[in-house]
């Protein structure tokens, strides 16, 4: 886990990240914490948090929340998730998935309780 913070290091000026900030903007972390790497979304947004992050970005720890998690969504313009996935890549290796529809989500992405397309075909 270390490992993966460790190419994190320097990350904490956001500023260039998002064009538009007039929308706010939630980075979720999901999993289990109790289970090693599985966790890594949620110990991501805590070490987050200890960071001065702008006004517009806030974390959050979505544990295993599944469709709970969707009453907070309506406050934001874009929501991360930040999730452990079982793709075949080396532990460690960090990916983005840019998904524009529900169904371009692999099945082997989850939330725990329901899958992340569960969650975006339900908005």
Do not use: C, W
């Not at 904490?12 to 999901?30: A, Q, T």
């Not at 309506?74 to 080396?90: C, K, L, P, Q």
Request: aromatic share 10%; proline share 2%.
């Amino acid at each position: 886990m270390d490992a993966i913070f460790a190419r994190l290091q320097g990350t904490d000026d956001f500023s260039n990240i998002f064009e538009d900030k007039s929308e706010k903007i939630l980075i979720l972390g999901v999993g289990n914490y109790l289970m090693g790497d599985e966790g890594v979304g949620v110990h991501l947004v805590h070490r987050m948090g200890e960071m001065d992050l702008p006004d517009y970005l806030d974390v959050l720890d979505g544990g295993t929340g599944g469709f709970f998690l969707m009453s907070v969504f309506d406050e934001y313009g874009a929501v991360i998730f930040v999730d452990a996935t079982m793709d075949g890549r080396e532990g460690g290796t960090l990916s983005l998935i840019k998904p524009r529809f529900a169904a371009d989500f692999p099945k082997a992405l989850s939330v725990h309780d329901v899958g992340l397309k569960d969650m975006v075909e339900a908005l």
